[in-house]
Nanobody, 115 residues
Framework: QVQLVESGGGLVQPGGSLRLSCAAS????????MAWYRQAPGKERELVAS???????MVADSVKGRFSLSRDSAKNTVYLQMNFLKPKDTAVYYC?????????WGQGTQVTVSS
């Protein structure tokens, strides 16, 4: 079984920064993809950024230049650095892991960007 534990969400003013962390535990092997999705009220869940086991990362166009994703394989943790946050970034952010045989979701962490 795989568990994903997210942290780092909260309330921030426009233009501020937050760093989300997602720590994975359990049996997931060495070949997997981890990602962050977000879901705003009344909207569908959307991919924000993903990173493969090789370290190759991508971010969505909507956050490019503001968000970055990194991975500490030794700690089985991924980090989403969010800079220059905007009110439209307000959402519940979910960590996701894909491995052979299944996919797993974290419980979500709220990010609110407001003055």
């Amino acid at each position: 079984q795989v568990q994903l534990v997210e942290s780092g969400g909260g309330l921030v003013q426009p233009g501020g920064s937050l760093r989300l962390s997602c720590a994975a535990s359990g049996s997931f092997g060495s070949v997997n993809v981890m990602a962050w999705y977000r879901q705003a009220p009344g909207k569908e869940r959307e991919l924000v950024a993903s990173i493969g086991s090789s370290g190759s990362a991508m971010v969505a166009d909507s956050v490019k230049g503001r968000f970055s994703l990194s991975r500490d394989s030794a700690k089985n943790t991924v980090y989403l650095q969010m800079n220059f946050l905007k009110p439209k970034d307000t959402a519940v952010y979910y960590c996701w892991l894909l491995k052979s045989g299944g996919q797993y979701w974290g419980q979500g962490t709220q990010v609110t960007v407001s003055s």
